[in-house]
């Protein structure tokens, strides 16, 4: 039972490089979101999908696109990385947004 | 939106209790959460309140108050295993959940 997997689980990139962070899940959620940690400021929802082929704006998702082809599957794209976009990502999912959230276990992420 | 106030740390001793508060603001209120995270791991559900009262989960239990917007999280039986940070989130109807800054909670012998 592997729950909700994220890949890679640390990265290191170059300002203006592209990349995709990966999350999959195997409980058959409908709702899965990403957020962003930042040391002081706690969780910050980037994006959410309410299903498959759905996705919402969260809290703070300039410089981040998103895409739900499955119910299995919510990869995060950053488009041109900036040394703001150092953080740790979360890749969440659940029933439904009402509903208790399984997390990922992260993606480190540094931008030099 | 949401605005989410809870304390930044708290210190207790083994064995003790801690109550840690949580303030909201919200429109559309959908449930409050508790969430544990211990340093560099994800964060693990604790507890969820959508009805006022008290919901009691062994050593733990979470509060909620509707009208006054506040919430609290009781650790009962302090373990060194509790030292950990504890989210405080606020679910809203248009399904997004936000989290406040998060109570690291210290467990001294």
């Known amino acids: 039972n592997a729950g909700v997997t994220q890949t890679p689980k640390f990265q290191v990139l170059k300002t203006g490089q592209s990349m995709t962070l990966q999350c999959a899940q195997d409980?058959?959620?409908?709702?899965m979101s990403w957020y962003r940690q930042d040391p002081g400021m706690g969780l910050r929802l980037i994006h959410y999908s309410v299903g498959a082929g759905i996705t919402d704006q969260g809290e703070v998702p300039n410089g981040y696109n998103v895409s739900r082809s499955t119910t299995e599957d919510f990869p995060l794209r950053l488009l041109s990385a900036a040394p703001s976009q150092t953080s740790v990502y979360f890749c969440?999912?659940?029933?439904?947004?009402?509903?208790?959230?399984?997390f990922g276990d992260g993606t480190r992420l540094s931008i030099l | 939106g949401q605005n989410i106030d809870q304390p930044t740390e708290m210190t207790a001793t083994e064995g003790a209790i801690v109550q840690i508060n949580c303030t909201y603001q919200t429109s559309g209120f959908n449930g409050l959460f508790w969430y544990q995270q211990h340093a560099g791991e994800a964060p693990t559900f604790l507890s969820y309140n959508v009805l006022d009262g008290l919901e009691e989960k062994g050593r733990f239990s979470s509060f909620l108050s509707r009208s006054k917007g506040y919430s609290y999280l009781l650790l009962k039986e302090l373990q060194m295993k509790d030292s950990a940070s504890y989210l405080c989130?606020?679910?809203?109807?248009?399904?997004?959940?936000?989290f406040g800054a998060g109570t690291t909670v210290t467990v001294r012998a």
């Open positions: 409980m058959n959620h409908e709702y």
């Open positions: 969440a999912s659940s029933w439904d947004g009402g509903r208790p959230q399984h």
């Open positions: 989130a606020v679910g809203s109807n248009d399904y997004k959940l936000s």
